[in-house]
């Protein structure tokens, strides 16, 4: 199984400023064929589902704000909220899709400071 | 607008087998690239991808659980099955399906607590 490990496990940030949340895989999940990260990031704020953030390392969803940024590749991603608004408070995990069993990372939660 | 909502048990008990259906809409199961895949959360923890399967019934498991679970699709009611066997308190989680465009989990549905207890 590929191991995704993210870092830090919890982070605090004030309002208005950057938070940057770490991903590592195991093993490359580039597709070199096609040259895509299978790699997606997901917020789950609590009581609900996880929502879908960012794929392909850095394809942002469908009406996800723009402060939401993804990148990285082979092994190492990043997701980048760059201006923290209170309702960005969540745990964000992200995913490997590149084989199965796909992987999550352990989750970082994310608050205000 | 694609919707996904689990049903089934909500208690079971050791050694019960439990069976989770999936009804969706907005898509459908026999499309190029589309799947429906199941993944848990343990409270308070983080998510367990389950099983997926696909518009072709290729079917994915997670190997440590391969030996208990099985994932079937009925296109023409838009549901899918995830049965798993010898279930165990450890096995309490909320169950979510998902849907899978070309590999990637777009969305969930809101998710079922099943909790094992005697």
């Known amino acids: 199984d590929i191991v995704m490990t993210q870092s830090p496990d919890s982070l605090a940030v004030s309002l208005g400023e950057r938070a940057t949340i770490n991903c590592k895989s195991s093993?490359?999940?580039?597709?070199?064929?096609?040259?895509?990260?299978?790699l997606s990031w997901y917020q789950q704020k609590p009581g609900q589902p996880p929502k879908l953030l960012i794929y392909?390392?850095?394809t942002r969803e469908s009406g996800v704000p723009d402060r939401f940024s993804g990148s990285g590749s082979g092994t190492d991603f990043t997701l980048t909220i760059s201006s923290l608004q209170a309702e960005d408070v969540a745990v964000y995990y992200c995913?490997?899709?590149?084989?199965?069993?796909?992987?999550f990372g352990q989750g970082t939660r994310l608050e205000i400071k | 607008q694609i919707t996904l909502k689990e049903s089934g048990p909500t208690l079971v008990k050791p050694t019960q087998t439990l069976t989770l259906t999936c009804t969706f809409s907005?898509?459908?199961?026999?499309?190029?690239?589309?799947?429906v895949g199941w993944i848990r959360q343990p409270p308070g923890k983080a998510l367990e991808w389950l099983a997926l399967?696909?518009?072709?019934?290729?079917?994915r498991y997670s190997p440590s659980l391969e030996s208990r679970l099985i994932i079937t699709k009925d296109t023409s009611k838009n549901q899918v099955v995830l049965i798993m066997t010898n279930m165990d308190p450890v096995d309490t989680a909320t169950y979510y399906c998902?849907?899978?465009?070309?590999?990637?989990?777009?969305?969930w549905g809101q998710g079922t607590l099943v909790t094992v207890s005697s």
């Open positions: 392909w390392a850095s």
């Open positions: 995913q490997q899709y590149y084989s199965t069993p796909q992987t």
């Open positions: 093993q490359s999940v580039l597709y070199r064929s096609n040259n895509n990260n299978y």
């Open positions: 907005g898509f459908s199961l026999s499309t190029s690239g589309v799947g």
């Open positions: 998902t849907h899978v465009s070309t590999t990637v989990t777009t969305t």
């Open positions: 399967i696909y518009w072709d019934d290729d079917k």
